[in-house]
Nanobody, 122 residues
Framework: QVQLVESGGGLVQAGDSLKLSCAAS????????MGWFRQAPGKEREFVAR????????YYADSMKGRFTISRDNAKNRVFLQMNSLKPEDTAVYYC???????????????WGQGTQVTVSS
């Protein structure tokens, strides 16, 4: 019942910033917890950040704290990931996802976007 489309990825240098966007369809967007995940080739999908339906509760993976910020604009059915001080280790496909529960596990998320590539060079 929810379609998600990410955008904003690209090729940047270490230390640069990017802001990813996820556009959602559906009439109940504000009821979903939204998460960002990432996956590099040959690696497991990794939790990045999540935000509750009203934006009041946010969680980050420890390695992202202080560098990444998740936000949402329910009036526009969008969720964002501001990424600062990017490192080559951040290179991955980034996905947004939606769940009805507060969770950092990808298994809890019912809907996924197609992903957007972020490549950080040194």
């Amino acid at each position: 019942q929810v379609q998600l489309v990410e955008s904003g990825g690209g090729l940047v240098q270490a230390g640069d910033s990017l802001k990813l966007s996820c556009a959602a369809s559906g009439r109940t967007f504000s009821s979903y917890t939204m998460g960002w995940f990432r996956q590099a080739p040959g690696k497991e999908r990794e939790f990045v950040a999540r935000i509750s339906g009203n934006g009041g509760v946010v969680y980050y993976a420890d390695s992202m704290k202080g560098r990444f910020t998740i936000s949402r604009d329910n009036a526009k059915n969008r969720v964002f990931l501001q990424m600062n001080s990017l490192k080559p280790e951040d290179t991955a496909v980034y996905y947004c996802a939606a769940t009805s529960y507060g969770s950092s596990s990808p298994n809890a998320y019912n809907y996924w976007g197609q992903g957007t590539q972020v490549t950080v060079s040194s």
